[in-house]
């Protein structure tokens, strides 16, 4: 008997317990909301009103990718109901850092010893990377970018929407862009911001272009003044008029000079320091000074943009993108940061991610108002953690950062997610099915609720019962027509999968 026959019979259209991964798990986006969720999702979540923090430790397969997913959704349906009526909740998702790590690691020629390079990356590295993450979501929606993730609402009207913000908001989403957008593109798209939020140039800006474009006007009078009223202005006449005329284009020089060799000089000298400081962008200096050329001169006060490795000017551009998205209707942000163990620099070693996630335990950061980091670690971290001196937990403050130190499951809450699944997959017009169906009679709800609880995680758990159904149906014909798993089955699967999860927890086998 194949496994579809099996399912068939008991009106279930696919396979429940296939799936591995959230992301790709079909079945988990048809359960309803509350079927897969883990107890502690609440605390997690926490307050939409006052965004705060949440450190979550959890096994591989134990949901953390489920709760970013969840995370997502609830947040999506909080605007949709709160559109008009009440503030809403920006997403950042912080959960991609193939490309940050990347060039953070060419921009330090980090590429032969990895580790060593990720030991130099700091929280400001983190902070710039959140910042990028959230201008470039913020820019594609203001631009209508088509690679825009939809996050951003700006309603149906959104040029009006952002032409509408106050001209200091404008000013600073401007800048924000002209520092964190893509870099790729970013000095294109600072010109195509400008134009749409109609951001006008200050006046020095504009006395200097209009000085340095029209300034060859009044030598070109007084040569004029010169050759054609010679004779009537007399020597002394003539010979002032010629003074004049040095004078007006020597100033003109002066003007030119400064506009572009001492102005084309600071902004080389600005380019530089943000490309030598913000390494996770790696973007050249050309395109810096081509956006900053663009900015208002006050908004290009050194003292305004992140050309040390000092946090302040980071934190005070967080206050401008806070300010930018309560105009526009967001009251606060979550930034959830997962899949640290992915990227490719990392490749899952614990001394790596912790090299970038430590930066991150920092309470001043993770305290921000007005931004609730939600930091979904493996576990691996956990037991790094513990090893960490008085010094660094008093900086990290985790009792105020609603620590979750494993997510843990019961056998109980791992056979209602079974339920839950198997529901989800049955034919519209059937009858439900509950796991305990599937097995023989002298097979108990208990039994197995105790099978589950050995499993641990909901990834292990599909994988226990997927492997009973198999296991079930190599061993048996169409004809016998055997719809029912006996004991003695559940009783070696679950021997063997126990045995699995055990040596994958003393890190002897992949998986």
């Known amino acids: 008997m194949n496994v579809a026959r099996f399912f068939e019979h008991w009106s279930v259209t696919e396979n429940p317990f296939r799936a591995e991964e959230a992301r790709h798990d079909a079945v988990f986006h048809r359960l309803p909301e509350g079927a897969a969720m883990h107890p502690d999702f609440e605390k997690i979540l926490g307050e939409f009103d006052a965004p705060s923090a949440s450190i979550v430790f959890g096994e591989k397969g134990a949901g953390k990718t489920a709760i970013r997913m969840q995370l997502a959704s609830r947040i999506a349906r909080h605007n949709e109901l709160a559109r008009g009526v009440e503030p809403r909740v920006l997403l950042v998702a912080y959960d991609d850092l193939n490309p940050i790590l990347d060039r953070f690691v060419s921009s330090v020629d980090g590429w032969d010893d990895p580790l060593g390079a990720l030991k130099r990356f700091r929280l400001v590295d983190h902070m710039d990377g959140v910042l990028h993450t959230a201008v470039i979501d913020l820019v594609d929606s203001a631009l209508g970018d088509r690679r825009a993730t939809g996050v951003v609402d700006l309603g149906d009207r959104p040029l009006r929407t952002l032409r509408a913000l106050p001209q200091r908001a404008r000013r600073d989403l401007l800048l924000l862009q002209a520092i964190y957008d893509r870099p790729d593109s970013a000095h294109e798209r600072t010109a195509q ?13 504009m006395a200097w272009a209009a000085a340095s474009w029209l300034g060859w006007l009044i030598p070109a009078l007084l040569l004029a003044v010169f050759f054609w009223k010679r004779a009537e202005l007399g020597e002394w006449g003539a010979g002032a008029a010629l003074i004049a005329f040095y004078a007006a284009t020597a100033l003109w020089a002066l ?11 600071v902004f080389g000298r600005l380019s530089k320091k943000l490309g030598k400081q913000l390494r996770t962008l790696n973007r050249t200096p050309a395109s810096f000074g081509a956006s900053l050329r663009l900015l208002h001169s006050a908004d290009r006060d050194p003292g305004a943009l992140p050309l040390t490795g000092a946090d302040d000017q980071r934190y005070a551009m967080f206050v401008r993108l806070q300010k930018i998205l309560e105009d526009l209707g967001y009251r606060g942000v979550v930034v959830v940061v997962d899949r640290v163990d992915e990227p490719t620099v990392i490749s899952g070693d614990t001394d790596r991610m912790k090299a970038i996630v430590w930066p991150m335990l920092n309470n001043k950061f993770l305290q921000m108002t007005g931004f609730g980091f939600k930091l979904l670690l493996p576990v691996e971290l956990r037991h790094a953690l513990f090893r960490e001196s008085t010094k660094f937990f008093q900086e990290a403050r985790l009792d105020k950062q609603n620590l979750i130190e494993r997510l843990t499951w019961t056998g109980s809450m791992l056979y209602d997610l079974c339920n839950a699944r198997l529901l989800a997959c049955r034919r519209g017009e059937a009858d439900g ?79």
């Not at 003007?255 to 000089?265: E, I, Q, S, T």
């Not at 006996?486 to 994958?504: A, I, M």
């Open 433 to 511: 099915v509950s796991l305990v169906d599937l097995f023989e009679a002298d097979v108990t709800r208990q039994d197995l609720v105790d099978a589950l609880d050995q499993m641990h995680q909901p990834r292990d758990a599909f994988k226990l019962v997927y492997q009973c159904i198999q296991e079930h149906c190599s061993n048996v014909t169409d004809e016998q027509e055997a719809w029912r798993i006996p004991r003695l089955v559940l009783e070696t699967v679950r021997k063997q999968q126990s045995d699995r999860v055990q040596q994958l927890y003393r890190g002897i086998r992949p998986g």
């Open 193 to 205: 911001l400008k134009k749409r939020l109609r951001v006008k140039r200050d006046t020095p800006t």
């Open 255 to 265: 003007v030119l000079l400064k506009r572009f060799a001492w102005d084309g000089f």
